[in-house]
């Protein structure tokens, strides 16, 4: 299984950008998805997390940014509206994938992550 993210890239106060992440090879079942993110010297924090119609967000970014997914792609976005210079950071997404060999389901704990997209945010 890999995650690609992509999306990032450099944008100013108030703008807005679309971050997405799909996933690829042996998925059976997406239980969920989500995005964090990085700033140096600080732990990864979660963003957004979408499981099912059930969606939950950090604080910081309630009413701004937007999770979804499209199952028919096994990919999911993530909408940031009214950007703001602290949500400058390296994006990363997460899955909690259910993989069939054929004879046994199996998962990692912690799920999959992407390699991380950068997002800048100046003002």
């Known amino acids: 299984v890999q995650l690609q993210a992509s999306g990032g890239g450099l944008v100013h106060t108030g703008e807005s950008l679309r971050l997405s992440c799909a996933a690829s090879?042996?998925?059976?079942?997406?239980?969920?998805m989500g995005w964090y993110r990085q700033v140096p010297g600080k732990h990864r924090e979660r963003v957004a997390f979408?499981?099912?119609?059930?969606?939950d967000y950090a604080d910081s970014v309630k009413g701004r940014f937007t999770i979804s997914k499209d199952i028919t792609k096994n990919t999911t976005y993530l909408q940031m509206n009214s950007v703001k210079r602290e949500d400058t950071a390296v994006y990363y997404c997460?899955?909690?994938?259910?993989?069939?060999?054929?004879?046994?389901?199996?998962?990692?704990?912690?799920?999959?992550w992407g390699q991380g997209t950068l997002v800048t945010v100046s003002s």
């Open positions: 090879g042996d998925i059976f079942r997406i239980n969920n």
């Open positions: 979408i499981s099912g119609s059930y969606v």
């Open positions: 997460n899955a909690d994938i259910v993989s069939y060999d054929g004879k046994t389901y199996y998962a990692v704990p912690d799920g999959y």
